[in-house]
């Protein structure tokens, strides 16, 4: 059994089916890319990953645990959800940091408001509290923004933004980080420092989910690769296999244009 | 001079009932306000329905109106009571009990437009912010005070200033009930004086009060200049 499981994931949004099935499955410490055009519905899929949307059916689990099955889960209580869900983080499009916290502070956020909910003594949370800001000191430097740590997201590049951004989601220790389009709100000119913290993440072993529009990045950086297409899984396989090799005529025609150059 | 210093007297002890009336309004219409914002916005539709409904009997009638009602509510009920032999009095006697009635009118008035401005500045927060602490494990009551709730306030100050300045100057419609507000006060001084002057001279107090309010909540916009929502 893979590390995680994704079974007959299906999302309607009204009359529209958006997701008509999905299974695949990752290995611990391996990077998938999901390319496709838009309305395809990978972002679709990454929100159902990390309980944004709720799939009308379906199953999902981590290191052989269920922690989604759309037939019993219709009712899960938000604490559950909120358990969950921190198997996953998750990278958005549009950075989406808290404006008013400064990078540093948008990293502990959550792990301190964690902390809160525990039943600790006053050693303890003193001595976590410490912990947090280690980490938090240690994922700045893995992003290369350790002189940035006082600045607010508004005195920030979008590179910037969307690396503190990781960081943040890095913070929780997700088993699988998500990222959805992470370069496609910024300047061409700042995709690369953002695609190089990404491409690092490999080495020190997480396991990635990559939503992307940047063939280059997922023909080097993943172990495998998603074509999505109208709500399905076109086309499965290594990057070779999918890029030099394309089986599908839909993948091939969306190869095409993508690799086009002008 | 012996008239100007008691025309002075008078409207400071004027002012001091304004300010009272303001203060009192102020603090329990802008938690009130939030409230019932969080109403309008509940899921659950009769909660929502109801609050709606009251928001839009508030706005659409006159506060003078609803001073008057809500100051022969107790006299009414009381009446309607001791009419089907339950012995209840709740008639308003006194300065304290009518200025006590005065304040929750006014509370409860502007609490309705205190919370369309909330209801706008929470809806004007991106659903991105909403995810983002989602998705970082945060519940919801996390999410409102540590995520959504400045910004909200950022994003109100300029509105809220307008109504708190115009809150001011509403005192004045206190006088139906009770002749103790600065603008009343200065009105009787004319009338029973014979000169005008002493209702400019209250004018200039309106001014002070609100030169301060606007230098106050200029402030509270700059300290909040940090970010940018």
């Given at each position: 059994m893979a590390f995680f499981e994704v079974s007959n994931i299906k999302k309607s949004f009204g009359k529209t089916e958006v997701l008509k099935g999905i299974d695949f499955s990752l290995e611990k410490g391996s990077v998938l890319s999901i390319i496709g055009s838009s309305g395809s519905g990978k972002t679709t899929l990454l929100r159902c990953l990390n309980f944004l949307e709720t799939p009308d059916v379906g199953t999902m689990s981590i290191d052989g645990k269920v922690i989604f099955d759309a037939s019993k889960d219709k009712a899960m209580k938000e604490a559950e959800i909120r358990a969950n869900r921190l198997h996953f983080g998750l990278v958005f499009q549009s950075f989406n940091l808290f404006p008013q916290y400064t990078a540093f502070d948008n990293i502990t956020?959550?792990?301190?408001?964690?902390?809160t909910e525990q039943k600790l003594t006053k050693e303890e949370i003193k001595v976590k509290t410490e912990e947090i800001k280690a980490k938090a000191w240690e994922l700045l430097e893995k992003v290369g923004l350790t002189d940035k740590a006082d600045f607010y997201p508004c005195q920030l590049s979008g590179g910037q933004q969307q690396r503190v951004a990781i960081a943040r989601a890095l913070a929780l220790s997700p088993d699988i980080l998500c990222f959805d389009e992470p370069t496609s709100a910024l300047d061409p000119e700042l995709t690369g420092e953002v695609l190089r913290v990404i491409k690092s993440l490999k080495s020190s072993d997480s396991t990635m989910i990559v939503v992307t529009h940047e063939m280059e990045f997922a023909k080097n950086v993943s172990d495998e690769v998603i074509f999505m297409a109208n709500g399905v899984i076109e086309e499965q396989g290594t990057p070779e296999e999918l890029f030099e090799n394309p089986k599908s005529p839909l993948t091939r025609a969306f190869l095409n244009k993508s690799l086009e150059s002008f | 001079m012996a008239l100007f210093?008691?025309?002075?007297?008078?409207?400071?002890?004027?002012?001091?009932?304004?300010?009272l009336i303001f203060g009192v309004t102020l603090l329990v219409a802008l938690p009130l306000g939030l409230l019932i914002a969080f109403g309008?916005?509940?899921?659950?539709?009769?909660?929502?329905?109801?609050?709606?409904?009251?928001?839009?009997?508030?706005?659409?009638?006159?506060?003078?109106?609803?001073?008057?009602?809500?100051?022969?509510?107790?006299?009414?009920?009381?009446?309607?009571?001791?009419?089907?032999?339950?012995?209840?009095?709740?008639?308003?006697?006194?300065e304290v009990a009518l200025l006590t009635m005065v304040c929750v009118a006014f509370s409860i008035n502007y609490a309705c437009y205190f919370s369309e401005i909330y209801r706008g500045g929470i809806q004007s927060v991106p659903?991105?912010?909403?995810?983002?602490?989602?998705?970082?494990?945060?519940?919801?009551?996390?999410?409102?005070?540590?995520?959504?709730?400045?910004?909200?306030?950022?994003?109100?100050?300029?509105?809220?200033?307008?109504?708190?300045i115009t809150l001011v100057k509403d005192t004045a419609l206190a006088s139906v009930v009770i002749r103790l507000d600065l603008f009343t006060v200065a009105k009787g001084i004319v009338n029973t004086k014979a000169i005008l002057w002493p209702?400019?001279?209250?004018?200039?107090?309106?001014l002070l009060i609100n030169g301060l309010l606007t230098i106050l909540l200029g402030k509270l916009e700059k300290k909040l200049g940090y970010f940018k929502v």
């Amino acid at each position: 059994m893979a590390f995680f499981e994704v079974s007959n994931i299906k999302k309607s949004f009204g009359k529209t089916e958006v997701l008509k099935g999905i299974d695949f499955s990752l290995e611990k410490g391996s990077v998938l890319s999901i390319i496709g055009s838009s309305g395809s519905g990978k972002t679709t899929l990454l929100r159902c990953l990390n309980f944004l949307e709720t799939p009308d059916v379906g199953t999902m689990s981590i290191d052989g645990k269920v922690i989604f099955d759309a037939s019993k889960d219709k009712a899960m209580k938000e604490a559950e959800i909120r358990a969950n869900r921190l198997h996953f983080g998750l990278v958005f499009q549009s950075f989406n940091l808290f404006p008013q916290y400064t990078a540093f502070d948008n990293i502990t956020l959550a792990p301190l408001m964690r902390l809160t909910e525990q039943k600790l003594t006053k050693e303890e949370i003193k001595v976590k509290t410490e912990e947090i800001k280690a980490k938090a000191w240690e994922l700045l430097e893995k992003v290369g923004l350790t002189d940035k740590a006082d600045f607010y997201p508004c005195q920030l590049s979008g590179g910037q933004q969307q690396r503190v951004a990781i960081a943040r989601a890095l913070a929780l220790s997700p088993d699988i980080l998500c990222f959805d389009e992470p370069t496609s709100a910024l300047d061409p000119e700042l995709t690369g420092e953002v695609l190089r913290v990404i491409k690092s993440l490999k080495s020190s072993d997480s396991t990635m989910i990559v939503v992307t529009h940047e063939m280059e990045f997922a023909k080097n950086v993943s172990d495998e690769v998603i074509f999505m297409a109208n709500g399905v899984i076109e086309e499965q396989g290594t990057p070779e296999e999918l890029f030099e090799n394309p089986k599908s005529p839909l993948t091939r025609a969306f190869l095409n244009k993508s690799l086009e150059s002008f | 001079m012996a008239l100007f210093f008691n025309v002075t007297l008078q409207l400071l002890e004027g002012l001091l009932y304004t300010l009272l009336i303001f203060g009192v309004t102020l603090l329990v219409a802008l938690p009130l306000g939030l409230l019932i914002a969080f109403g309008s916005k509940s899921k659950i539709k009769i909660i929502s329905a109801i609050t709606r409904a009251f928001v839009w009997v508030i706005r659409g009638t006159p506060l003078m109106l609803q001073i008057i009602f809500f100051l022969f509510l107790p006299t009414s009920f009381s009446n309607i009571m001791q009419s089907i032999g339950i012995p209840v009095d709740l008639a308003l006697r006194g300065e304290v009990a009518l200025l006590t009635m005065v304040c929750v009118a006014f509370s409860i008035n502007y609490a309705c437009y205190f919370s369309e401005i909330y209801r706008g500045g929470i809806q004007s927060v991106p659903q991105g912010q909403y995810e983002a602490a989602q998705v970082l494990g945060m519940t919801k009551s996390q999410t409102f005070s540590k995520v959504i709730f400045l910004q909200v306030v950022k994003r109100i100050v300029a509105p809220m200033s307008n109504e708190i300045i115009t809150l001011v100057k509403d005192t004045a419609l206190a006088s139906v009930v009770i002749r103790l507000d600065l603008f009343t006060v200065a009105k009787g001084i004319v009338n029973t004086k014979a000169i005008l002057w002493p209702i400019f001279y209250a004018g200039l107090f309106y001014l002070l009060i609100n030169g301060l309010l606007t230098i106050l909540l200029g402030k509270l916009e700059k300290k909040l200049g940090y970010f940018k929502v």
